[in-house]
């Protein structure tokens, strides 16, 4: 009897430190689990600024209802629609400052361009009011980025050998002979127009002499990209080209040399693929470093957003 006691005891101590330790770890594992938060916030405080446009939490619940009228309105879903709200205010405010305006007519016949692009004859459906408001902030986006992203000004003379080698028959016998006899003077020839340029002759003058006194290049001579016996009007050809930055264009050896050129800058460049060449000459810079749609709002949301509460 007297061991059965003993052994009575020490169970009970055990269960007793055992259900102590629990008192003391549950509250503790159930801290390291995440718990929903709950914005706390009077009606009538706003929870951020956006430029001069106060956010109330109304106007961010309103977001999420838009997006997904299901949704519970948990931090995390309330979070999402703020960047979506931040965004469209911050659209709204560059497309005022830049006078840009979208009509229903141009929301329209944007999205039947996009259909006609994978149906020639696209059924139009009626937009419901948020998918038409995606749509115009879409738009607003699209000249947004023409006016804000970097972009870049430039000359370019070259001579394209790749329409030449690849259509043959387009090319009578005496000019084929010519062009597989003077390739290596084509090469020469763009030292030089480097040379005329960075020696300050004017870029139209400069063309038009030597599209005038080179009858035998004009079929393959290149200004600013357009083919010289195919411009019609001279304006392609008197001012400089605009560029913007594009990143699916990385890699193009043409387009990477404008966009590492600083103003007034001539190189000549030849690609190992390519018979002909190019020399380029930049003009301008515009909005240097601010390449992505992403670099651009990052850097408007670090101007004009304050956060009043934690959202």
């Not at 059965?4 to 549950?26: H, T």
């Not at 050998?161 to 290596?184: C, G, M, V, W």
Request: charged residues 25%; glycine residues 4%; hydrophobic residues 40%.
């Amino acid at each position: 009897m007297g061991l059965q006691k003993i052994s009575r005891g020490i169970l009970a101590k055990k269960w007793l430190v055992i259900v102590l330790a629990l008192a003391v770890l549950i509250p503790v594992w159930i801290g390291f689990y995440p718990r929903e938060k709950k914005i706390e916030v009077a009606e009538n405080k706003p929870v951020a600024s956006v430029g001069d446009t106060l956010v109330y939490l109304k106007d961010i619940q309103q977001a999420a209802r838009e997006q997904d009228e299901s949704s519970s309105m948990t931090s995390e879903v309330l979070g999402a629609a703020f960047e979506v709200l931040v965004e469209q205010i911050i659209l709204d405010n560059e497309a005022k400052n830049l006078q840009i305006t979208i009509t229903d007519q141009d929301i329209e016949d944007s999205l039947r361009a996009e259909s006609q692009a994978a149906d020639p004859t696209p059924t139009m459906r009626q937009l419901s009011p948020y998918e038409k408001k995606i749509a115009r902030y879409n738009l607003i986006k699209k000249k947004v980025l023409k006016a804000s992203l970097e972009s870049r000004e430039a000359y370019s003379i070259g001579f394209d050998l790749i329409a030449y080698s690849e259509h043959k028959e387009r090319y009578t016998p005496s000019e084929l002979d010519f062009f597989e006899s003077q390739q290596n003077s084509l090469k020469k020839a763009l030292p030089l127009i480097q040379q005329r340029l960075v020696g300050g002759e004017i870029f139209l003058s400069l063309a038009k002499s030597i599209y005038a006194n080179n009858p035998y290049l004009q079929k393959i001579m290149k200004v600013n990209e357009y083919f010289m016996r195919s411009v019609n009007s001279e304006n392609l050809i008197r001012d400089p080209r605009l560029y913007l930055y594009d990143k699916n264009k990385v890699g193009n050896l043409f387009i990477d040399t404008i966009f590492t050129l600083q103003p007034n800058e001539t190189k000549l460049i030849m690609d190992q693929n390519d018979p002909g060449g190019y020399v380029i000459q930049l003009k301008a810079i515009h909005n240097e470093g601010i390449r992505t749609y992403e670099d651009w709002i990052k850097m408007k949301k670090s101007e004009m957003v304050k956060k009043y509460v934690s959202i």
